[in-house]
């Protein structure tokens, strides 16, 4: 018996050589089609921030790529004036309080409201106007000393009381913090050294102040702030943090009280949002959708953070079709995007429960945990609950009951305040990660306005933004 190829090698004939796909009959030696390669990833611009041409990739999509990566940028703070939406009023008040009061100043509200994109406008503005600016962020292991005295090395000698300007000293560059103890000093040493300086203002902003774990160091700067009040220095310090109130990033100082200013940082509302998306169009020459800045609105809940990562990833899936107009689609596929990421930061076992949570038993209850917890600080009670869930549901006692036996799988904390029990996720990311899931199966039901009655018509809620 006798076998053809591909069981042997070994042909009797040319004529026993089967036709392979992609080779014409009788021609033998014809070469196999070429197999379409994959592009190879690549960066979209260089370390010069200048986009690159690619060969398949139209001009205009690529410079409209790079504007949308500059404009919305979700994870660095706004530092450029121009990308700066909304906020004014607030950027109004922060100033009002330093050059109007001399106050101090303290800016606090939810994570990624956007409190240090403010304080960065602010120091753009302040050092247009010949304030000295000087920014530090604090950390677990701040320390008193070490961060005042490299904020008074921004200060020059030059605008100490003592130095005169044609000093040695003064003409070498020497900075204030040369005038400060060696080692360890503490809030009085540095008032008595911040009330001689003349010449010119001085801002000190200490950012991330809720990252403090040093009750030492948060008790100075309160004195430090009452002693540059009392002997009227021309320095005055901005203090900016995660906090649900003005005492619990300060502490308790009723001492200082007069001596600041108290700045709760809202959420954006739905023109400012708009406004964020019409400067994005005019710098990235692409057109978003009337529709998707509404639905951006109610998805991001006021957060600039949220608002920012939706139009940077729908933006940019569009322009990855080809396309220079961002609908809903590319909203869609945003939001997927968005939970994706933040699922990558939590742990498996979370994203686990969470799922499990929602599929299971409690979906009624899920989406009521989900929407009561979307307040500003995160706390929720078990009536806010049961408002949210249809009659047949239990009533109040039924969702105490589920509470307390889905706390420890949910990561809920509780207290007891004014006689009422209330809760709230432990990591504070995860009411919006239930948020983001309630409203992608509203989005895609087109259903998530009627989560939002009051605001389901944006013609009647929203003023006309330019888009030029």
Known sequence: MRFLWPFSRKQESEEDLPILPGYAAGARDAVAPARTRPEFPSFRASALDRPLERKRERREITQARFAIMNMFTPTQPVTDRASFAGRLGMLGKLISSIEGQRSHVVLYGERGIGKTSLLHVLTDVARESSYIVSYATCGVSSDFSETFRAVLEDVPLLFHRGVAPNAGEAESGGSLAERLPAGKFGARELADLCSEIVGTRVIIILDEYDRLTDSSFRQAVAELMKNLSDRAARVQIVIAGVAPDLQELLGYAPSIRRNIIGLPMPRLQESEIQE????????????????????????????????????????????????????????????????????????????????????????????????ASRSADGWFTIDEVAALLPDSAGGAAHVQSELQSLGSMLGLETEVEDGEQRFRFRDDSLPIYLWLLIARDRLNSGKLETAFPERADPGKTVPAVSRA
């Open 276 to 371: 964020m998306i019409a400067i994005g169009e005019a710098s990235a020459g692409v057109r978003f959708d009337p529709k998707f800045g509404h639905l951006v609105s109610l998805l991001a809940l006021g957060s600039p953070y949220l608002a920012r990562l939706l139009c940077h990833h729908a933006g940019i899936e569009a322009l990855d079709q080809g396309r220079l107009t961002v609908d809903v689609s590319h909203l869609r596929g945003a939001l997927d995007t968005v939970i994706t990421e933040a699922e990558g930061r939590m742990s498996p076992r979370t994203v686990a429960d969470m799922q499990r949570f929602r599929s299971g038993s409690y979906p009624q209850l899920f989406t009521a945990i989900g929407e």
